[in-house]
């Protein structure tokens, strides 16, 4: 080897150190940047002059399994956290066994003032307290009925947000896409744009599952795992009304709520068949049109044996066969042709309520009644005492096909809302447990710094051997010059 080829040859030693160090330095820098991936210097022998190396490029270093396996946990994750917190919100609206104002609570506080009212019935303020412990139970229906129905807004402007933000991140990834093959034939890195469509990817996926497919160019096309082409060249274009203020009786098949529309075509959001599976916009999708109209139905079911529980005929023998009874459905009898939302509607007949300009002594006679009657008399509150310790057949058989006492049907509310929460609660911290598991796995074969500055270390040592071997050839130079 000739003092020309050394040189030459340290030379572009040098030069391959220094963009390795950049290239060790940016991948410490960037250790916790989300989308980073590790980059690595590749080198390769001088074809020109057949000796040293040169830098051929920067690879960009990442698993397209990994990161689909944990992108599907992520999509995951997002599912069952909003899942899961509908269901721990109506648990909290319903209340728990230890809740003095829970359903099961109001329940047996109206059926402890009937029993209290009947052992002295000429009191008064009694019979006051078995109606305003009546209006406590219409009233907690009421303010369930409520609750539930504004996650259920709240899920309906949820869809509209996230599908403001899917479409905003599939038209920027079509941007990104577009500029790729551009600066890349331009001589640039396109490292920087890959993490920031990987970025865009992710945001997506959380809120679509998307499942990515390399084209030409470093190029991607992006699908959904129903089947939906969400970037093909161009970006797919979502469209969704936001209602906002939902009602009990609205539903997408009366069109009173939006579907979903993916370029001007309907798309099926729920079902074996839905073409959105998992991720936070198929959560919200299942909480409004799924859960709680589900949850509202067990509700209405409790309202309504309520309701019928003191219309039994017979009961009352002072009203007529078309009065309400001591319950209603806002102020009228219950009528099965009726919209959804019954808990919302159920109220304390206002002839009993004092607070309402009633007279609680109609609870005593009967509601029908035109005179206060025997005073001692207390058979009437005997009866509704009885009808709610009666068993009796219940409408929904969410609940069991037996008959059932008015306690038991709360109860039973109250345990299917528990157990559905616990349910989803385990499946969140399932679903936590692996995406935990899928990311740090993921992290393994990212960015080490540990081994980035041994590599580091290697750097520098190339970069030192190189220098000197320059400085031995210019002193060779120097000494020949001199003879």
């Known amino acids: 080897m000739n003092m020309s080829t050394a040189l030459n040859n340290a030379i572009g030693g040098l030069t391959a150190a220094s963009r390795g160090a950049a290239v060790v330095s940016g991948n410490i820098a960037n250790a ?12 390769t022998t001088n074809t020109i002059s057949g000796h040293g190396v040169r830098s051929v490029g920067v690879v960009r270093h990442q698993d397209p399994v990994l990161t689909a396996n944990r992108r599907s946990a992520d999509a995951d994750l997002s599912l069952q956290t909003a899942v899961s917190g509908f269901h721990t919100q109506f648990e909290r609206l319903v209340g728990g066994p230890d809740d003095s104002t829970s359903l099961a609570a109001r329940l047996a506080d109206f059926d402890g003032s009937l029993i209290t009212a009947a052992s002295l019935p000429d009191s008064s303020e009694r019979l006051d307290q078995v109606a305003r412990t009546g209006r406590d139970l219409a009233d907690k229906l009421n303010a369930t009925s409520e609750g539930l129905r504004q996650m259920r807004s709240d899920a309906d402007r949820a869809i509209g947000k996230q599908v403001d933000s899917l479409n905003q991140a599939l038209k920027d990834l079509e941007e990104i896409n577009a500029k790729i093959p551009a600066v890349k034939y331009a001589g640039g890195d396109i490292g920087a744009l890959l993490d920031q469509r990987q970025v865009l990817i992710d945001q997506v996926n959380q809120i679509l599952p998307v499942n990515v497919v390399p084209r030409a160019n470093d190029q991607v096309s992006i699908y959904s795992d129903g089947g939906l082409i969400l970037l093909e060249g161009s970006a797919a274009e979502f469209s969704y009304t936001t209602t906002g203020d939902t009602k009990p009786h609205m539903t997408v098949d009366n069109g009173l709520l939006s579907g979903l529309t993916l370029n001007g075509n309907s ?19 299942l909480i409004r049109d799924t859960l709680a109209v589900e949850v509202q139905s067990n509700l209405d079911t409790v ?3 309520l309701i019928e529980r003191f219309e039994t005929p017979g009961l009352d023998p002072t009203a007529l066969p078309t009065d309400a ?14 919209p959804a939302g019954l808990a919302s509607r159920i109220s304390l007949n206002q002839i009993v309520d004092p607070d309402a300009g009633g007279q609680s002594w109609r ?28 068993a009796r057949p219940v409408a929904n058989p969410v609940f069991g096909t037996g008959d059932m006492r008015a306690s038991d049907l709360t109860e039973a509310l109250m345990s299917k809302t528990g157990a559905d929460a616990h349910t989803a609660n385990q499946r969140l911290v399932f679903a936590n447990s692996t995406q935990e598991e899928m990311a740090r796995i993921e992290a393994e074969q990212g960015v080490d710094t540990d081994q980035e500055l041994q590599r580091l270390i290697q750097i520098e040592q190339t970069y030192a051997a190189n220098a000197r071997l320059i400085s031995v050839v210019d002193e060779l130079m120097e000494t020949l010059l001199r003879l």
Request: proline content about 5%; hydrophobic content about 45%.
């Open 32 to 43: 916790l940047t989300p989308g980073y991936a590790r980059r690595s210097l590749e080198l």
């Open 267 to 285: 798309v099926r959001t729920l079902g074996d068949n839905a073409q959105i599976r998992g991720g936070a916009l198929a959560a919200q999708f």
């Open 303 to 305: 309202a309504q044996d």
């Open 325 to 338: 009874g001591v319950f209603t459905d806002a102020g009228n009898r219950f009528d099965p042709a009726a």
């Open 363 to 390: 609870l005593r006679v009967g509601l029908g009644a035109a005179a206060p009657g025997d005073p001692g008399d207390a058979s009437q509150l005997h009866a509704f005492s009885a009808i709610l310790s009666a």
